[in-house]
């Protein structure tokens, strides 16, 4: 089934979402959709799968125009989507998750699970995509719930596959199979949009590639002879540098010494087990492993937020494995948080309320007390200025911000004060490539500065760009570590490891 | 432009405050405006509905308006309806903005204002500007301490304040009764159970009797007036005012900024508890003058109302309290001249939560008013 949008124009009142998109996807193919948070990639695929209706402009599906005036009419004529975020009842099993909407049902409404699994078999076996229909959607690994909700479109015999941002919450070894996956299914005649601000997948992945910036379509390509770089000066409309400068090494004395350290989890299973790590100062240590592996652990575990259960956490050469997190805060631990929503910022504060978050008690901002709102909201415009955070007024509530701009309001207030280590979960995940630029040289000036930054990431791209030495780890030990000033370790070393194959 | 000055001019740009939000306003006055209307039509429907006619409800609703504002005897009763209405609701508001649901300040009016009158009677031989504060502060403490137990269990042992609010209350009513019969409490002579009257001393002086002796309008409402700016101060302007802020709108954020939430959570409960012992204490002070079983009278469920309705803003409590207080005053008035049940009123009122809980009813209603919107939203 091929797929062509014609012209199509989406306003929000006065903001225009897409102006004249023109695209086509044929039977058999991968269109990579590339563009930066923002862009308008969202809004386009909604207006494809029936939930907006374009203003301007027209959907031809093999050739005739058809308007879909709900998501109903979209899945009847063979469009579907598989959203970022998943829609499925943990509770259930995959077979009723499928089912869902569209029961097969026997005799007195009798509901024919039987069949259910049967078809869901049928499907995962002639893709490639191994789910068990009879698992509980709760027990599975996020890979496998994204393969049910593939099943899902299937099962509604979709000819054009949707894919929103996919591989945001997978793994490395998970986008392998995952790429897998896509692969069988173009082989099988689907039509497949694959929308990515990731550049190295889209290169893997698109038989050709589309890129939006600002609601247009600024750019069309061939994966065949693109390059990294030239996708990404069209995607954000200036040349960007992949390459961090880690040139300078000079690593000082041990500021951050963690030895035989214990963690464990509120139901008493071992997070992290018997790790111990040195981190000195202008040096950053990078933590690899996939997700799950005991890092966010760890990172808590040196902020304060979940106890040691063993041995010991040395900064500066205080003994700090039992400090409060106010303490580590003050001793100049700063820490940018895996999760930005719900730990980093507040959505429903402002701006300047968020840029205080952690410091409102210090005597700059207090008195008695009292806060004083006026030095904090100096404060707060200076360090949004000086770290490119693009608010509309200190006053405007962070969650209004755009994924990057949050993230780099959080940068801001952790890395202004006068830190001595850095402890960066995830910081750039889900960013685009020029948030993410911003933040790595952020990251390396506090580097340069003397600073002993301890950095985790599930990329292993990041990992390699900014990290001196490298550990990775695997179900809470630390299996492998490689000195990347000494020799430069292979991704595919690192990799081996993250499964936990000793080296 | 040198960059510092470039610098400089990004940051002038951002200390600008934009112009308030069209949609904030609508939320705060447009929406609660629309929703009393609805109420009081719908309040019409349901009168019509059990056979009243309409001269009559014309009649109800004119009472109800001059019952509440017509008159000065109806604005000091409007306003001593009012008093423990706000005093109560800012205490909810309060915990409800550092994420706690607090059902108990019915229990804390009554434990509150039975300390209040124990205290009073008890060190009568006092002089006024001693014991008046004093008594109040009696009922302020103990208000404060029989929330503190809720907010302990939270902490400690993570019991929701929800049940143990609720069950906080229980106990509170069987506990009054049971004092109430104590020799030391109980008026001499009595059989019933019946405090000690409060002294001379301890009471909040009236306020007009020079104008009318029969005008009930007495010196809480500058506790009250006075607790609205101190509330609003606490939570906008302090270091515990935005802990308990950053603890009700994110956990996680609060932890992880290196704020104490056990501490936290006692210190917000133990505040609400305060102001709804101090509304317990204006109310045996200022109006009733001794205290008897369920003296309360539902004051703390109806605080509830006055804080959802006020947002859980200091000032919008005030207004939210200020408009119940003369639902009550002009229900009694109507129930007086038009004998239309005062259960209308609490009908009313009901409605104007539902409404309020439900703006999106309220703009479907009333489509004028609203700045237009369009549906969906961009990215």
Known sequence: ?503 | MSVNESLDAARDKLLQRAAPDRTEFEDLVIVPLFAFAVALILGAVTMLATGVDLATIGRSYVALLVGSVGSVNALSETLVAAIPLVLAGLGLALGFRAGLFNIGAEGQILMGGLAAVIFGFTFSALPFVILMPLSLLAGALTGAFYAGIAGWLRAATGAHEVISTIMLNLISYRLLDYMLSLPWVQREGRADPVSRSVPDAAELPRLLEWLDPNLRLHAGVFVMLLAVAFVYWLLFRTKLGFEFRASGASPDAARYAGMHASLIIVIAMATAGALAGLAGANQVLGVLGRATPGFSAGIGFDAIAVALLGRSHPIGVLFAGLLFGALQAGGRQMQVDAGVGIDLIGIIQALVIVFIAAPLLVRAIFPWGFRNRQKGTHQ
């Open chain 1, 1 to 503: 089934m091929d797929v062509e949008l014609k012209a199509i124009t989406k306003r929000f009142g006065a903001v225009v979402a897409n102006k004249d998109v023109t695209l086509q996807v044929r039977a058999g193919e991968v269109l990579g959709l590339l563009g930066e948070n923002g862009a308008g990639k969202s809004t386009l695929m909604n207006v494809l799968c029936g939930l907006y209706r374009p203003d301007e402009g027209q959907i031809v599906i093999n050739g005739t125009p058809v308007q879909f005036t709900n998501p109903g009419d979209a899945i009847a004529a063979g469009i579907g989507m598989v959203h970022q975020h998943f829609m499925l009842v943990p509770v259930f099993t995959v077979a009723e998750n499928v089912v869902l909407g569209v029961e097969p049902v026997g005799r007195l409404n009798h509901l024919d699970l039987k069949t259910a699994s049967a078809k869901v078999r049928e499907i995962s076996a002639r893709y490639g995509l191994t789910v068990d229909p009879d698992a509980l959607i709760e027990t599975l690994p996020v890979g496998v719930q994204q393969r049910v909700e593939i099943i899902k479109v299937l099962f509604r015999s979709a000819d054009v596959l949707i894919l929103d941002e996919p591989t945001a919450v997978l793994t490395p070894q998970e986008v392998e199979d995952f790429f897998g996956i896509v692969r069988s299914l173009r082989d099988a005649g689907k039509a497949i949009i694959f929308i990515t601000h990731k550049l190295n997948e889209i290169l893997e992945i698109a038989d050709r590639i589309s890129v939006l910036r600002a609601g247009r379509i600024v750019g069309e390509s061939d994966p065949a002879t693109a390059t990294k770089a030239d996708l990404a000066e069209v995607m954000v409309g200036r040349p960007v540098h992949f390459e961090v400068d880690r040139s300078g090494a000079a690593p000082g004395d041990a500021m951050l010494v963690i030895k035989d350290l214990t963690v464990l989890r509120d139901d008493n299973t071992i997070a992290v087990d018997n790790v111990s790590l040195t981190v000195r100062g202008g040096e950053v240590l990078g933590i690899a492993g996939v997700q799950g592996n005991g890092q966010s652990a760890l990172i808590q575990a040196i902020t304060g937020l979940m106890p040691a259960a063993r041995g010991t956490i040395r900064f500066l050469g205080q003994d700090i494995t039992h400090a409060s997190v106010r303490a580590r805060h003050k001793l100049g631990l700063a820490h940018i948080p895996e999760d930005r929503q719900r730990m980093g910022l507040i959505p429903d504060f402002t701006v300047a309320e968020n840029m205080v978050l952690d410091s409102y008690y210090d005597p700059r901002y207090a008195r008695g007390p009292q806060v004083q709102w006026d030095a904090v909201n100096q404060w707060a415009a200076t360090a949004a200025a000086a770290f490119d955070v693009r608010t509309t007024s200190v006053f405007a509530k962070a969650g209004h911000l755009s994924g990057g701009n949050q993230q780099k309001l959080i940068v801001a207030r952790e890395l202004s004060r006068d830190t001595k280590a850095v402890i960066a979960a995830q910081p750039t995940r889900g960013l685009d490539v020029g948030s993410i630029e911003y933040i790595h040289s952020r990251l390396m000036a506090a580097r340069a500065e003397g600073d002993a930054v301890l950095i985790m990431s599930s990329e292993l791209d990041e990992i390699l760009a900014l990290s001196d030495r490298i550990v990775v780890m695997f179900k809470g030990r630390i299996v492998a570590e490689f000195d990347a000033n000494v020799e430069k370790p292979e991704k595919s070393q690192i990799g081996l490891a993250m499964a936990g194959v000793a080296a």
